[in-house]
T-cell receptor
Framework: AQSVTQLDSQVPVFEEAPVELRCNYS??????LFWYVQYPNQGLQLLLK??????LVKGINGFEAEFNKSQTSFHLRKPSVHISDTAEYFC?????????????FGQGTELSVKP | NAGVTQTPKFQVLKTGQSMTLQCAQD?????MSWYRQDPGMGLRLIHY???????DQGEVPNGYNVSRSTTEDFPLRLLSAAPSQTSVYFC????????????FGPGTRLTVT
């Protein structure tokens, strides 16, 4: 079965430092990729998505991600984080020709931004 | 638009009790789904629906039932609650299965004692 793996369960970082949250997925064939953010006690919001075209995708709140087909990765980056970025981040993938196009989530990464 | 709404926000059940988690959306979305979120496991798909009258199982369907009589509503029923069903439940919707962005509700936190 197809799968999504987030390599870090927790990432602590100081305010204004850069951050990278890592995500790998099982196959680059007909895959669409997403990053969602979940603030404490809230539902999930879409940060960005890759469907096709440019491999560098820009999202909300200054986040961006790069689709790397050969390394099957879709890492999320931000050059300078704020306290308000503290949240849990989920990578997700959808394989159109497999698993009925269902959205498969990674385990989540808790980003903790310290002053 | 209210988006995706879920009720209740919190619920405590005793083992063996049944209950229904409500989900509604006002965006005329065809595709709706239920997930459960457990620490370290991300979100796992329980059931989904591609339109009124059509439902299918996801990754972890056991112990749950769904129905979709209208486009707007997609309730999730726990038939006989078990402690293993203690979790946070999220409902989501999108324009279609092929449409890519899912909109999530605020979640229901369920504890089964």
């Amino acid at each position: 079965a197809q799968s999504v793996t987030q390599l870090d369960s927790q990432v602590p970082v100081f305010e204004e430092a850069p951050v990278e949250l890592r995500c790998n997925y099982s196959s680059s064939v007909s895959v669409y990729l997403f990053w969602y953010v979940q603030y404490p006690n809230q539902g999930l919001q879409l940060l960005l998505k890759y469907l096709s075209g440019s491999t560098l995708v820009k999202g909300i709140n200054g986040f961006e991600a790069e689709f790397n087909k050969s390394q099957t990765s879709f890492h999320l980056r931000k050059p300078s984080v704020h306290i308000s970025d503290t949240a849990e981040y989920f990578c997700a993938a959808k394989w159109i020709y497999n698993q009925g196009g269902k959205l498969i989530f990674g385990q989540g990464t808790e980003l903790s931004v310290k002053p | 638009n209210a988006g995706v709404t879920q009720t209740p926000k919190f619920q405590v059940l005793k083992t063996g009790q049944s209950m229904t988690l409500q989900c509604a959306q006002d965006m005329n979305h065809e595709y709706m789904s239920w997930y459960r979120q457990d620490p370290g496991m991300g979100l796992r798909l329980i059931h989904y629906s591609v339109g009124a009258g059509i439902t299918d199982q996801g990754e972890v369907p056991n112990g749950y039932n769904v129905s979709r009589s209208t486009t707007e509503d997609f309730p999730l029923r726990l038939l006989s609650a078990a402690p293993s069903q203690t979790s946070v439940y999220f409902c989501a919707s999108s324009y279609g299965q092929a449409n890519y962005e899912q909109y999530f509700g605020p979640g229901t936190r369920l504890t089964v004692t």
